[in-house]
């Protein structure tokens, strides 16, 4: 039996080297595994797939028994708060997610007292995953960071430069901090409630971080983010998190201090001198671009190579710099797994 604080992701995400780096992928479960679309087939839609542990539990599985990653990531989605706050959240085939747009007048009378009696599926998912999963597994849990969260919540859908919210950010600036700190506030509790039944570690995903100017930056990605680890950190201390705020540039080398999480997620586009900088802070996680998943052969391996001779010599937890994309060839992933495996061979 391995104890938590011995599993690999763990000790990295404490601050230790491993070498060759633990190694798990964003959005591993998702379609491009046929086992995947064969389970998902079975559920009346995505957000069923969501809130049915049998199903939830089976298809986080599915990546740890076809690959053995050192991590599993909880099946759900960001959009579940919003889901819980009775936002109308909808999965539409081809379209993405759906959803109402709140309006200014509306965030005031948002009502979450009802978050854990409609999540408790997923805390369940939670506990038989820990069950089920081998000791040396780090099990993580995770949620949307507020801004990236609000940022559906306000244009009722996925865009591709999170306009609309950025505008309502100008328009209703005080409805709008009201947003994210009662975002902030239960992504928080949710997040406890996840490591109380039984996740590791925690991921919070930022992945619309990358459209912030630096004073948005400040204020929208890492204010609530910065109270939800205090949060986390005063009731239950010592539990890893973290910070995924993808495209932030720049912005990247402050992001551990200013938000406390204990690793920072990097995205592909991360310059190796800057990683390297944010490396000397504490642990990384990342950052192969996820299309060498679907290209592979020389110029996958390349990638994995690049980032070990980058990353490897420090605490890495060994990843995409982004979610692994439904075109992605499985074989790839044994390919990546393989190569990072036999680094301490070559
Ligand atoms: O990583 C994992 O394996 C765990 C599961 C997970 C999902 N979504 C499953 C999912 C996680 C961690 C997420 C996070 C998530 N969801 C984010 C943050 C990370 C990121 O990728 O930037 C965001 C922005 C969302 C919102 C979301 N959910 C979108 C935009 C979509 C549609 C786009 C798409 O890829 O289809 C989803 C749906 C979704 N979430 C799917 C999966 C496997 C595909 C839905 C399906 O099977 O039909």
Redesign the pocket.
């Known amino acids: 039996m391995t104890k938590a604080s011995e599993r690999k992701v763990m000790r990295v995400l404490a601050g230790e080297t491993v070498f060759p780096p633990p190694v798990w992928l964003?959005?591993?479960?998702?379609?491009y595994l046929p086992e995947y679309r064969e389970t998902?087939s079975r559920a009346k839609g995505?957000l069923d797939l969501c809130y049915t542990p049998d199903l939830a539990v089976e298809v986080t599985l599915q990546p740890i028994r076809r690959f053995g990653f050192d991590a599993a990531?909880?099946?759900?989605?960001?959009?579940v708060i919003p889901d819980a706050l009775d936002r109308n959240v909808r999965?539409v085939?081809g379209t993405?997610?759906l959803m109402d747009p709140i309006s200014a007048d509306a965030i005031a009378s948002l009502d979450a007292s009802g978050m854990h009696a409609h999540l408790a599926s997923v805390y369940e998912t939670v506990r038989r995953l820990r069950s089920e999963l081998p000791s040396e597994t780090t099990l993580l849990g995770?949620c949307?960071a507020p801004w990236?969260v609000a940022t559906?919540m306000i244009a009722g859908r996925?865009t591709p430069d999170q306009a609309p919210a950025r505008l309502f950010a100008m328009q209703h600036p005080e409805a709008f901090m009201k947003l994210l700190d009662l975002l902030a506030e239960i992504s928080a509790d949710y997040l406890i409630a996840q490591i109380d039944a039984g996740a590791d570690a925690v991921q919070i995903?930022d992945?619309w971080a990358g459209v912030l100017g630096e004073r948005d930056f400040s204020r929208f990605a890492i204010g609530p983010v910065k109270r939800m680890v205090e949060t986390i950190r005063k009731e239950r201390p010592g539990v890893p998190i973290i910070g995924f705020a993808?495209g932030a540039g720049a912005m990247l080398n402050s992001y551990r201090s200013s938000t406390g999480v204990d690793c920072v997620g990097l995205d592909w586009t991360v310059p190796s001198a800057q990683a390297r900088e944010i490396q000397k802070e504490g642990a990384v996680q990342g950052n192969l671009d996820p299309l060498l998943m679907v290209a592979g052969g020389a110029a996958l391996d390349q990638g994995v190579d690049e980032v070990l001779e980058t990353l490897g010599h420090g605490p890495l937890v060994f990843n995409l710099g982004?979610?692994i994309t439904?075109q992605a060839d499985p074989e790839n992933v044994t390919r990546l797994l393989n190569r990072v495996r036999g680094a301490g061979q070559r």
């Open positions: 964003m959005r591993q479960a998702g379609r998902r995505f990531i909880l099946f759900s989605d960001i959009l999965f085939e993405g997610p995770f949307g990236t559906y996925g995903f992945s993808k982004h979610g439904p």
